[in-house]
Each structure stands twice: as structure tokens, then as C-alpha cells.
């Protein structure tokens, strides 16, 4: 795949954990990358970006933006080819969903994506969707024709009040494809990725999948995990499905971008081999009832959500993006291995 380096590219929320690998990527390809921020003063938010851009033929610019502030994209997407916007916040445990996930991501999607419409350079939109746009609770597969996710399935469970991450990133997504659909300007692909893991390139990561995570090695699930179904994909290659999307000609639609169909449980017991001996790190299956009864007081999820996710096998179908982006999966183990070595260097355990 040629990436072109004739004019420069706009990456929305350059800070973040999935962005860090997309700007990496682009300016090891030699990518004139303008990086959208919300504060371009954050010197340590923005420290590893700068050392990536000092070693790579690319370059990086930083501007100031906000995702609810109209026109704030117009000035960092002038003379870009390529949006990709992955700005939207990753949080499970929200006071005020509507004006903390909703707000942001769906009043963010239409600034960025209606400033995209009105700006002459750009072809081309790549915007970082989530298989939450697809499904809410493992159960949801069920309903899927065959028991499996496609790309064919919006999710319609999650609400306001009940998995509001997840409705936060459908309406966005159906928010980007209306106005889309709108114009003829650039064209929209999408990349829905399951639980990113692997590591990330800035010191402080904030993601919620460090959160997920880190529970492997501080204890919380010492007595097990539950088997709770989900799919999980290495950050590295969700970077390299956005660039994909980016930069090949027949790129279009919708891409599930999930390397394992797996549950937490099996999750936690790729880190045994490695790192079993030193850290609580799970081994057996935390059986439903336990979880059922104990989940809303000890960790504040509830009844519903362990009835429609523990035990319930997770399955989506990533054919689509093998064959149209040329995705190739690393094994989840490597990408455990890494992220859970990351957070011991960093201390996450104690010394
Ligand atoms: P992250 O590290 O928390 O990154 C989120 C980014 O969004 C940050 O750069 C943040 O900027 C920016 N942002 C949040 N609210 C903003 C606002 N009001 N104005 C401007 N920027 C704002 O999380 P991530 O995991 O990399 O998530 C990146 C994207 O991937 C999101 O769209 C997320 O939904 C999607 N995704 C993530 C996963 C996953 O498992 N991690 C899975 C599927 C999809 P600041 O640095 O200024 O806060």
C-alpha cells in the first residue's frame, strides 16, 4: 500500500492511545502530520510525539481544538488530504453520561466531519469506530444471523442509561455516516475495533483498556476471572487498519478490526506462562452466580450487564477486514505480554 506524503494529514486526538500508533506510523512513512490537541501547552502529554517526529522523515505540527467547539477543526484540516478522527472519550464509569461521553463524541463527530465536507483538499475520512457501534453485551451476538457480528449490525441495546460508552460511539457513528452520505466530497471509511490492547507509546496512558487491564496484576481478580465474552485486538494493528483505510484507493464502509474472539478469563491466562509466579494474575473461571451477586457491590457493574456478558460467548467476523484492508492479526499473547511488561516498568504493581 502507498502512503502518500504529498500533503499533510489531520489526526484528531493525536494524544491518545490508538492515535499515538496512526502518528508513528504516518511519520515513519514521512507524513507531514497536523496533530489536533486539546492543549498544545501540555508539554508531557505531547513528549512522545515530538521524539517519534525527531527520529522519522515526517514532521508534526500540534493545534489547539476542542471537539465541542464549532469550527475548531478548519485551521489544522487546511490543505489535508486524509482526516482521520479518533478523538472521543473512552470511559466506563461516568458521572453525567450525556454531557462526559455523548456530547463529545457525537457533537465532536459532526464538527470534525462538517468542517471535512466544507474543506476543498479533502478526499478522504477515516473515522475510529468501535465495535460498541455494533453490539452492547455479549448476548447481543446471539441475536446476530449465524451468532455472529458483521459490519451489517448497528448496535440498538445500549442507552443513555445503560452502556452509555457504547451509545456514545453509535450515534457518533451514525452521525458521521449521515452527514456523509450528504456530500460527495470525501468519502467515509470506518474502523470498528474490539478492546484495544498492547502498549502505548506516552508514559500515561488514560485509556480505559490500561484500567481493564491492570486488574490482571494488582489483585482484583486473584480468585479468578469471569468468562466474560469479548474481543480483543493489538493496538499496533488497529494503527495499521487506520492507515490502510487512509491510503488504499477501494477503501470503504464499515471494518470490524478484532484479532481474537475471547473472553476475560483466557485473557488474563496468557500472562500465566510469563508472569504467574510474581503477579495474582487470574487462573480459573469466576463461576456467574459469584459475579451476579458480588459485581454491583465490589465493582459497580451491574445485574444486567454480568446476566448478559459473563459466561455468553463473544464472536464477530473480521473477514471484511483481511480481504479489504489487508489486516493481519498478532497473536494475543505477544500483545499481553507487552502492554502487562509495560505497566511493571512503570510500577503499576509496586516495586
Ligand atoms: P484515549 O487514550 O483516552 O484517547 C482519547 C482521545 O480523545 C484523547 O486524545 C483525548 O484528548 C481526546 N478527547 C476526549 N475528549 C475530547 C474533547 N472534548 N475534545 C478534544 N479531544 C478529546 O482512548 P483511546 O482508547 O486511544 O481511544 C481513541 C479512540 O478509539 C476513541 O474514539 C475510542 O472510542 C476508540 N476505541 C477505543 C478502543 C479501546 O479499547 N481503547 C476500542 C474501540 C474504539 P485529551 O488527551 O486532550 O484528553
Same mark, same amino acid.
Given at each position: ?17 490508538? %492515535?499515538?500508533? +496512526? ?29 517519534? %517526529? ?32 479518533? %478523538? ?11 454531557? *462526559? +461521553? ?17 474543506? %476543498? ?29 458483521? *459490519? ?37 471509511? $470506518? ?57 488504499? *484507493?477501494?477503501?470503504? /464502509? ?7 474472539? $475471547? ?9 500465566? *506462562? ?20 458480588? /459485581? ?50 512503570? /510500577?503499576?504493581?509496586?516495586?
Amino acid at each position: 500500500m502507498d502512503v502518500s506524503t504529498d500533503g499533510p494529514v489531520l489526526v484528531t486526538g493525536a494524544t491518545g492511545y490508538v %492515535a499515538g500508533w +496512526l502518528v508513528k506510523d504516518l511519520l515513519e512513512a514521512g507524513v507531514t502530520v497536523h496533530a489536533a490537541v486539546r492543549d498544545p501547552g501540555a508539554a508531557a502529554k505531547l513528549e512522545h510525539l515530538v521524539r517519534i %517526529a525527531d527520529k522519522a522523515p515526517g514532521s508534526i505540527r500540534f493545534f489547539e481544538t476542542d471537539l465541542l467547539q464549532p469550527g475548531s477543526y478548519t485551521e489544522a484540516m487546511a490543505g489535508c488530504s486524509v482526516v482521520f478522527h479518533t %478523538a472521543s472519550p473512552f470511559a466506563i464509569s461516568v458521572r453525567d453520561p450525556r454531557r *462526559e +461521553l455523548i456530547d463529545p463524541a457525537v457533537t465532536g463527530t459532526r464538527n470534525v466531519l462538517e468542517s471535512a465536507a466544507a474543506t %476543498a483538499s479533502v478526499t478522504r475520512v477515516v473515522v475510529t469506530s468501535s465495535c460498541a457501534a455494533i453490539y452492547t453485551d455479549a448476548i447481543d451476538c446471539a441475536r446476530a444471523p449465524g451468532g455472529v457480528l458483521t *459490519e451489517d449490525i448497528w448496535n440498538t441495546t445500549a442507552s443513555l442509561s445503560y452502556q452509555p460508552y457504547s451509545y456514545s460511539k453509535t450515534l457518533a457513528e451514525k452521525a458521521a455516516w449521515k452527514i456523509a452520505d450528504a456530500q460527495d466530497r470525501f468519502r467515509l471509511v $470506518t474502523i470498528n475495533p474490539s478492546l484495544v490492547i498492547g502498549p502505548a507509546l506516552s508514559d500515561a496512558p488514560t485509556s480505559e483498556s490500561f484500567r481493564i487491564v491492570r486488574q490482571m496484576g494488582d489483585g482484583t481478580l486473584r480468585q479468578g476471572a469471569p468468562k466474560l465474552g469479548l474481543g480483543v485486538v493489538d493496538v499496533r494493528d488497529v494503527a495499521s487498519a487506520h492507515l490502510a483505510a487512509g491510503f488504499r *484507493e477501494d477503501a470503504e /464502509g464499515r471494518h470490524i478490526v478484532s484479532g481474537h474472539n $475471547t473472553n476475560l478469563l483466557e485473557l488474563g491466562k496468557v500472562l500465566i *506462562e510469563k508472569y504467574g509466579s510474581r503477579y495474582p494474575v487470574p487462573r480459573k473461571s469466576l463461576p456467574k452466580w459469584v459475579v451476579w451477586l458480588a /459485581g454491583p457491590v465490589m465493582s459497580g457493574i451491574s445485574r444486567k450487564f454480568v446476566t448478559n456478558n459473563v459466561d455468553v460467548t463473544w464472536r464477530a467476523d473480521n473477514s471484511r477486514s483481511k480481504s479489504a484492508l489487508g489486516m493481519t492479526y498478532r497473536p494475543m499473547k505477544a500483545s499481553m505480554e507487552d502492554m502487562f511488561q509495560q505497566m511493571i516498568d512503570a /510500577g503499576a504493581f509496586g516495586k
